[in-house]
């Protein structure tokens, strides 16, 4: 069954319109009820109108309402308890144990939640551009540059022609160098990350194809991509937010990785040996 419905709302709320947002805080207040009512109905609760509801639905990429009932029917389904669905605070003064518990659970969480919101679609999109350029840059500041480290070593591994950048100007210098054949691929997750949109702005200036990975909702940096890629927002109470986010980021590299690999094992099985046995020859001439 489909789900994502209510992480995907609670996602955008802030960015909503005023009208959108008030249906959204309706619906997340009472999901139950809602997945059993028209439009019509939902309309006059809320009070809005039908039109909003709709458009509702459409911020969230989904087709109609029916479909964003479907997805909270689901996240519905998929809940087994009060506390599923939700992140556990760090409490800073708890136990080891409770400390492992908690942290273990938020980035477990996160990574579900952003299977909710991860676009199939769009992960064959950025595999195929991936797969295709010529030259892949990769920005990414502060945190979001380990995830763009961890990019370069993948793809380096594949014999992909694939550069990190962290620092604003050579971001810059080389994205003024980018052409129709190679991809800008932006990491921010709160998407607002004005290094990134102006690094992203200038290699789409020059034509190349740009991938963004940001939390789920509109942003600066998601406008501007031509293929969206995102995770889930971590609640914003959460101490534990910046590690979990980091580790939905890097599942989703995972997962854009091996769709890359997965449509062209042939080439790129021997190339993953090559480099497991030179780093392994490496580890055994130095014990």
Known sequence: MLNGGLVSLQAILDELK???????????????????????????LSG??????????????MKGYQELKLRIAGDLNKQQSAAA????????EGTVE?????????????????LSVLSSDEV??????????????????GASAVIADDIKQKLSRINRWCEAYSDFHAQLTSAVNLTEQ???????????????????????????????????GPS?????????????TVEKSVRSGAMAS????????????????????VEVIPLLEKTRLAVSRTKRSAT
Request: net charge neutral; charged share 20%; hydrophobic share 45%.
């Open 246 to 265: 980091r580790i939905a980021q890097l599942n989703v590299i995972d997962i854009l990785f091996i769709a890359m690999v997965s449509r062209t094992q």
């Open 124 to 141: 064959k999109r950025a595999a195929d551009a991936l797969s295709g350029a010529r030259k892949i840059d990769v920005y990414g500041v």
């Open 98 to 114: 409770s400390i492992m518990k908690a942290v273990s659970w938020n980035n477990i969480q996160s990574i579900q939640d952003t």
């Open 220 to 232: 600066p940096v998601a406008d501007l991509a031509d293929i969206r890629l995102f995770t889930s």
């Open 182 to 216: 190679d991809v800008a691929f932006g990491i921010s997750y709160s998407g607002q990350t004005e290094d990134i949109i102006q690094s992203l702005t200038e290699a789409k200036q020059q034509g190349a194809t740009i991938i963004s990975l940001t939390k789920f």
């Open 85 to 92: 669905g939700s992140y556990q605070e760090i409490k800073m």
């Open 18 to 44: 005023p009208s959108e947002r008030k249906v959204a805080q309706f619906i997340l207040a009472h999901p139950e009820d809602v997945v059993k009512l028209s439009v019509q109905k939902l309309a006059e």
């Open 48 to 61: 809005v109108s039908e039109a909003t509801i709709v458009r509702l639905a459409r911020s969230l990429n």
